[in-house]
């Protein structure tokens, strides 16, 4: 069991991440992990914000049921599972840093760019399957480089100006099914160790707390506050990776 000053900041986290994630549909691991990753080593931290974040976009899923666009989620999905296998062997043949921090530097230039246009873009028409497929694999692809697979999705939904219902009814199933296939491939490759599944069930309150919170806020919150949070979210995540 862990001391109390590690059971704290643990608990500090994962309420954190949670609530974020329940309010914009992702960025669990993104505010997490600024306190995880210094307080346990990175095969404990990792896994863990893994699982955390799978337990996170379960209970958003359930919250959002109403809204969810299986259509759409699914095509997006398999593009998804397309490009996540070809992210992994990018990561054991090539030196991806480079990548990463490209990624980050479009992200962030985008978000930034975003924040400042002063009227919201609206919903042009409708795109072909292969499109919204192809946007799946985009965000595969980098999410297995850079553990952000909702980025490429969630960016072209704030190009089409979705409403916030809408957006999240379509990038939640994807970005679930992602972080189940990622945490799939991470146990096939290592053992995990035990200490990971005790921390979990330490977390769980602060968990649930955090996501039901953040749910909470996201149908309180209009749609000029919900853009701007997810732009801002954008535009850390993709700082932290530059």
């Known amino acids: 069991m862990p001391d109390v000053t590690t059971l704290a ?28 990753l210094r307080v346990f080593q990175p095969l404990e931290a990792v ?7 799978i337990g996170v976009q379960a209970t958003n899923l359930w919250a959002l049921r109403r809204s969810i666009r299986w259509e759409g989620s699914l095509l997006l999905i398999v593009g998804g599972l397309i490009g996540v296998p070809i992210a992994v062997s990018l990561l054991q043949s090539t030196d991806t840093h480079l990548l ?17 246009r002063p009227t919201l873009v609206t919903a042009g028409e409708a795109v072909g399957r292969h499109w919204v497929a192809l946007i799946g694999f985009g965000g595969g692809l980098v999410g297995g480089l850079t553990a952000m697979p909702g980025a490429i999705p969630t960016i072209w939904c704030d190009m089409r100006g979705m409403p916030k219902s809408e957006q999240r009814g379509l990038v939640q199933p ?24 005790v921390d979990l069930a330490v977390s769980l309150p ?37």
């Open 9 to 36: 900041l643990l608990s500090v986290a994962v309420f954190a991440g949670a609530f974020v994630s329940g309010l914009s549909g992702f960025a669990f691991s993104a505010v997490a992990g600024a306190i995880l």
């Open 47 to 53: 896994p863990l914000m893994m699982a955390c974040s």
């Open 100 to 116: 990463r921090r490209g990624f980050g530097v479009i992200v962030a230039l985008y978000a930034a760019y975003m924040l400042l």
């Open 174 to 197: 994807f970005i679930a099914a992602m972080q189940v296939f990622a945490i799939a491939l991470l146990v096939g490759h290592q053992d995990l160790s035990s200490k990971v599944f």
């Open 206 to 242: 602060a968990l649930f707390a955090g996501s039901a919170l953040g749910v909470i806020a996201f149908h309180r919150v209009n749609e000029t506050v919900f853009r701007k949070t997810v732009l801002v979210l954008l535009l850390v995540s993709g700082i932290s990776l530059i």
